[in-house]
Nanobody, 117 residues
Framework: QVQLAESGGGLVQAGGSLRLSCAAS????????MAWYRQAPGAQRELVAD???????NYVDSVKGRFTISRDNAKNTVYLQMNSLKSEDTAVYYC???????????WGKGTLVTVSS
């Protein structure tokens, strides 16, 4: 079984930055893709960005140029650097992990990001 633990959320003013981290732990697992999703109040969960074990990345249009996803395979950790934050980025951010091209098989509990305008 795999456990994902997010950290780094909080309250920030619009235009500010935050860095989220997600560490995977457990045994006997193989993860290809690690991703960040978010869910705003009253909205569906959406993919923000993902990164494959080979380093290929994918971003939702609304965060391109502002967010950067990165990964440390040796530490089984994925990061999300969020710059130029906007109030519409306010959401619970979830870490997900799984196979290539597949929906996440494992989820973290989420970390709240609140951007004040």
């Amino acid at each position: 079984q795999v456990q994902l633990a997010e950290s780094g959320g909080g309250l920030v003013q619009a235009g500010g930055s935050l860095r989220l981290s997600c560490a995977a732990s457990g045994s006997g697992f193989i993860i290809n893709t690690m991703a960040w999703y978010r869910q705003a109040p009253g909205a569906q969960r959406e993919l923000v960005a993902d990164v494959s074990s080979g380093g290929s990345t994918n971003y939702v249009d609304s965060v391109k140029g502002r967010f950067t996803i990165s990964r440390d395979n040796a530490k089984n950790t994925v990061y999300l650097q969020m710059n130029s934050l906007k109030s519409e980025d306010t959401a619970v951010y979830y870490c997900g992990a799984g196979g290539f091209g597949m929906p996440p098989a494992y989820w973290g509990k989420g970390t709240l990001v609140t951007v004040s305008s």
